[in-house]
């Protein structure tokens, strides 16, 4: 009976911290996955990417964001430990392929930065290997391949220039929900530079994208 007791009285205790401790760590609404054109990344780049870029589209990062799309101040979760990535046997080599450092050929570096950035802002929700396998595990659900999913319905890359309507409608309708694309600018073309997919707060399931942060409708945006 005491022992009951006691239990109910943790549990209460439980109710009444949790939310104080959920606040205090990081608060966002949901995650955007971004993967980025490599191709186009290293055109954006102030200087030239150290690895020659590939035609294909790998992770920039996972980022828990708010619907506001006002970022919040930094987060305050553990900086990122380069010693714990070992500690799953696989995973350094796995995000050497879906999360290179095109850019400075540092991967363990740019998934320090992007953990400290981002990674930090939900680690209620994921310690540092969950995130990262979070975001592998993402990148190699078959039917999230944006690279192949764009192959397969005829966006070509090599100059091609589409709509933005064009392109999140084939994105839709291979993953089941919006998606937002981004672009960057170069000689007055849009270049497009990023796919992004919406997941909800628990990382599980993906969600409708809409954010506002995205290329322009105005005008064609350019395959590269
Ligand atoms: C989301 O908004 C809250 C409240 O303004 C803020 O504290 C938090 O840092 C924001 N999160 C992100 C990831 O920007
Ligand atoms: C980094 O992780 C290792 C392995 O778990 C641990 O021994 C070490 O104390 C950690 N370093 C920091 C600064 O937390
Ligand atoms: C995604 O599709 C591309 C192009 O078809 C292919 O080269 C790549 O291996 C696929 N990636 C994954 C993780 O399945
Ligand atoms: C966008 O491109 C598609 C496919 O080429 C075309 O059917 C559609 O009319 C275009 N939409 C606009 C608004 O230009
Ligand atoms: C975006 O979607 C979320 C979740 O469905 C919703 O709460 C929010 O109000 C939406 N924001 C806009 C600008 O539509």
Redesign the pocket.
């Known amino acids: 009976m005491a022992m009951l007791k006691l239990s109910v009285i943790l549990i209460v205790l439980d109710f009444a911290f949790f939310p104080c401790l959920t ?1 205090s760590i ?4 949901y995650f955007q996955m971004v993967y980025q054109w490599q191709p186009a990344y290293c055109v954006g780049r102030k200087d030239p990417c150290r690895i020659k870029p590939s035609k294909i589209f790998t992770i920039h990062g996972l ?4 619907f ?1 799309d ?4 930094k ?1 305050k979760g553990a900086l990122f430990n380069d010693s714990l990535m070992s500690q799953d046997p696989t995973l350094v080599s796995e995000l050497q392929r879906s999360w290179p450092d095109v850019g400075g050929g540092d991967d363990m570096g740019f998934w320090g930065r992007q953990w400290n950035k ?1 990674g930090t ?2 680690e209620q929700t994921f310690g540092q290997i969950q995130y990262f396998q979070r975001a592998d595990a993402i990148w190699n659900k078959a039917k999230m391949n944006i690279t192949m999913i764009l192959k397969n319905n005829k966006i070509s890359a090599g100059g091609g220039k589409y709509n933005y309507t064009h392109i999140e409608g084939v994105i839709k309708r291979a993953i089941g929900d919006t998606p937002i694309i981004r672009c960057i600018w170069r000689k007055r073309a849009q270049l497009l530079h990023e796919v992004v997919t919406c997941w909800s707060q628990d990382g599980q399931n993906l969600i409708k994208c809409n954010s506002t942060q995205k290329c322009s409708s105005n005008f064609d945006i350019e395959f590269l």
């Open positions: 606040t990081g608060q966002y609404d980022w828990p964001s708010n506001s006002i970022p919040g101040d987060c981002h802002c939900s």
